[in-house]
């Protein structure tokens, strides 16, 4: 299936790694410009070598997306070398244990800043390209906005509100056919994945019973699956969909976790 790609310009978010590095790749094998933002300038320029290396077409912009600047500069260099934005895929983020008890004020905020503001702030500075393109908006949200997770509530937060977002967005840009819509993942072996894991004192006891809860296949999702769902919802193939929120979770949110 010719995901008509070819030559569109989509940013990433976080696109150096894990679910981001795999969306970039994909975009890229698909004909796609990716631009890669995020704050580490040596994974971003790593991930785009590889891109390039495979044939493909990539750009890297160092950007802290907590930084409202470093949100603007990400679309204006974006415009500056291309002339256009087709996508935006919101998609960094990290489940950083601000909880009710644990956490305080300010660092539920700063939460919010790393895991909430900068999908707002790129998507209304790229919102008069998007009109330009009839481009579309992706967000890659969490399993925790729909289950909770305890000691997080920053990152629920924020998940929730992207969740809320996305069908806010949806309405108010249907007068400019642009569509928007969220990509759910809950168990996706990552390096921010691998981090969490290991903070816990039986790492890989843990991980034996979290794939056993998992109803399809008893497996974590991968990177490549949840990308595959995001470049479809990016590409016109899905030109009638707007403001869902898909699952990519093997069941895991919604299925009778009982039943083996
Ligand atoms: P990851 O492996 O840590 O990759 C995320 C990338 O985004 C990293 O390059 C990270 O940079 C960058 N990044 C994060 N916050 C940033 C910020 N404020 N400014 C600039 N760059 C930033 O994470 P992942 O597991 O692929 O997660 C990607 C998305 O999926 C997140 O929104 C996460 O909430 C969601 N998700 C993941 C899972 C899962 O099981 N993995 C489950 C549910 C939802 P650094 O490495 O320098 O921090």
Known sequence: MDLGLQGKVIIVTGGAKGIGGAISKLIAAEGGIVVIAGRSQADNEK??????????KALAITAELGN???????????????GKIDGLVNNAGANDGVGLESGNPEKFMQSLQHNLSHYYNLAHYALPHLKATKGNIVNIGSKVATTGQGNTSG???????????TREWAVELLPYSVRVNTVIPA?????????????????QEKLASITSKIPFEKRMTTSEEIANTTVFLLSSRSSHTTGQILFVDGGYTHLDRSIS
């Open 68 to 82: 409202v600047e470093d949100c603007k500069k990400v679309i204006t260099a974006t415009v500056e070398k291309y």
């Open 47 to 56: 991930a785009v070598s590889e891109i390039e290396a495979t044939g493909g």
């Open 155 to 165: 990152y629920a937060a924020s998940k929730g509100a992207i969740n809320a977002l």
């Open 187 to 203: 168990e996706v072996w990552t390096p921010l994945y691998e981090t969490w894991i290991n903070t816990l004192p039986n790492p």
